[in-house]
């Protein structure tokens, strides 16, 4: 099908962007990389009544240090974030991950902002901010705030996120030689939205410290295991009983059915990815 | 009344003006108002693949982006890739391999395929799988796909070697960069 009709703005400056966001005449909608509003607006699930397209606000496009964190704009693709010497020094979580989010044609247009906003339940995005400790920073006509990642997802397709607001950009603390970090997901196939999968970051392993395990395409969103997470902390790697704990409190997790797996099945393959994931928690810094 | 908004830009070389709608993408415009039918439309959710072409140098769902957000760019459609050294190539190796039997994925296959000899991919197939993941071929198997753009690959790579060991030889063509850049 072929989406609905709709007018058509693309502002050059952040300003003119938030100043039509917040006008009351005309309900308009962000066009980002348009790898998930466009297919949505073809199947006619959304019919926005103007498009404001980001494309062309240099401002929202960079990658850059800022003591501490890595800032990125919400407007970086992940093929751009792939090629980044910065991501792969601080952010090793993403280098991991990143190949796994959709196929190459997807992440040459799909963005980092774009995939938060959105807060799709199947995506890998929301998990990593949350494993990683991320703030997102938003911005309206007359405001920014800044929002953790733990706060900012709410449910299917919600965040923290009001209609008059951008996402400005995601700031991620960068990773020391100390930090560990593992990836594991599952899918039908190289790219598909994964049956179930896992992002976890500590910042020790022997014994494991600050650990976060974050599921996705499990539940309504990404969804931190803290449970889990209490039975590992302070325990080594190779503390049988402590995993074994652990692997029981996911029971507890609020767990949802798509068209390829049961709750109960995603329950199972929850506990497959964490134990690969932990198996092999890689070092931070490459 | 739809709104609609000038646009210019280069096709396979050509310059091109129009005037379109904001609700037409990019790859009904092709097809439609240009009449370069060579890339395919199947699903029109990002899903197939068979739509991919070059915008800029990068390979993108012509299905999931705006004819306006191609204002300025430099297209390049299946109709073209036989004028690049890798394109062409590529092409030979799908006849030679046999890796088309209906022909719909073919437009999309090629953009992936050029994409990831472009980008220095090696020879290993499980990567080749991985590049091409994102493009549905329902007639082929995808082994015969796989095949002829590994053999791409041999081809230039030992042609790099021939050309390292005769000094003074002309450059291979063989390029780890990703096209455009
Ligand atoms: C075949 C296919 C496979 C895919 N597989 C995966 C996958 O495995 N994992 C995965 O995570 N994703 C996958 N995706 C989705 C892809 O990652 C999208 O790129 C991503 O979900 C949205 O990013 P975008 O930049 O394309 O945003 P858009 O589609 O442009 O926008 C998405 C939503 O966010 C809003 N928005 C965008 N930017 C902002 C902003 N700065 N501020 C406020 N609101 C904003 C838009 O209004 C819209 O509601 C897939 C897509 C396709 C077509
Ligand atoms: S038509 Fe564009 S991906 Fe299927
Ligand atoms: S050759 Fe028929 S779909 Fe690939």
Redesign the pocket.
Known sequence: MKAPDFQYQCPRTLNDALVQLSSDDVEC???????????MMNLRLAQPEMLLD?NNIAE?SFIREAGSHIEIG??VR?ATLLESKLIHHHIPLFVQALP????AA?RN???I???V??A?P????PALLKALDATIEVVSKSSTRTISADDFFLGTYETA?RSD???HSIKVPVAISEHRYGFYELARRH????LAGVAIGAHSVEPYTNLRIVFFSISDCAVRAVEAEDALNGKLSNDSTALGNALETLSKLNYYEDANASSATKNHLARVVMQRALSKLSTAVS | MSQKTNIALSVNGEQVQASVPARLNLVDFLRDHLGLTGSHVGCE???CGACTLSVDGVMV?GC?MLAVQADGANIITVEAFGESVTGEQLQQSFVEHNALQCGFCTPGMLASGIDYIESGGSTDRTHIRKHIS?NYCRCTGYQSIVDAIASVVEGRNSLAVETKQTPGAEESGTSNKRAGE
């Open positions: 909608q962000p066009l980002a990389g348009g790898q998930s509003l466009m297919p980001l929202l919400a407007m992940y796994h989010i959709a196929h997807i247009r799909g963005t902002g774009g995939s906003a959105l799709d199947a995506a890998e995005m996120l607001e951008l996402v790219g598909d939205y994964a | 959710q990002g899903a769902r999931l994102g």
